[in-house]
């Protein structure tokens, strides 16, 4: 079965750091662009990052850029997203997604972060 | 990249047809066949049910269909059913890997 697990959400002080993990499952990463998309309480999608094959690419919106930075280990079947200096905007269910002809092919159950004091 | 613009809400009986629009620009969706759409249940992760505008991911029901004219694409369910009330969201490339952004959402109401 096709399959992305995410982990690694929780609670976080304004300023903190989380790192959170994505495995894939039932097919080859390599072969595959990750993203990750969140989604504030109530709101809609944002597409947050996402990473080319090898790795050797990755792209972010505007808000996260210079605090969060996208990685991968092909070997591992699993995707990173490390996030530091996070703001209270910041606080979504994070999705991990599978891309093929740049549209999201399958996602996570997604992780939740929260950032309060 | 701008968002591409839902209407908030729409609603239809059970066996209705519906139709969901996503307005773009010439730069995204009256560009590229790359338009996509999302099927979200409260509570649940988003589920891909049409991509490249037009073609529907293998298990994905035939009632779901996908149409652009210009800059704007268009989602219709046909035969509505009770199952099909949630959030559905478009997406399109627009010429970037970067900046990407969604439609704002349309939640569906089976009457």
């Known amino acids: 079965e096709v399959q992305l697990v995410e982990s690694g959400g929780g609670l976080v002080q304004p300023g903190g750091s989380l790192r959170l993990s994505c495995v894939a499952s039932?097919?080859?990463?390599?072969?595959?662009?990750m993203n990750w998309v969140r989604q504030a309480p109530g709101k809609g999608l944002e597409w947050v990052a996402n990473m080319n094959k090898d790795g050797s690419g990755e792209y972010y919106v505007d808000s996260v850029k210079g605090r969060f930075t996208m990685s991968r280990d092909n070997a591992k079947s699993s995707v990173y997203l490390q996030m530091s200096n996070l703001r209270a905007e910041d606080a979504a269910v994070y999705y991990c997604a599978r891309g093929a002809n740049y549209a999201f092919q399958i996602w996570g159950q997604g992780t939740m972060v929260i950032v309060s004091s | 990249q701008s968002a591409l613009t839902q209407p908030a809400s729409v609603s239809g009986s059970p066996g209705q047809s519906i139709t969901i629009s996503c307005t773009g620009t010439s730069s995204d969706v009256g560009s590229y066949n790359l338009v996509s759409w999302y099927q979200q249940h409260p509570g649940k992760a988003p589920k891909l049910i049409i991509y490249e505008v037009n073609k529907r991911p293998s298990g994905v029901s035939d009632r779901f269909s996908g149409s652009k004219s210009g800059n704007t694409a268009a989602l219709t369910i046909s035969g509505l059913q009770a199952e099909d009330e949630a959030t559905y969201y478009c997406f399109s490339y627009a010429g970037s890997y970067t900046n990407w952004v969604f439609g704002g959402g349309t939640k569906l109401t089976v009457l």
């Open positions: 039932g097919f080859t990463l390599s072969s595959y662009w």
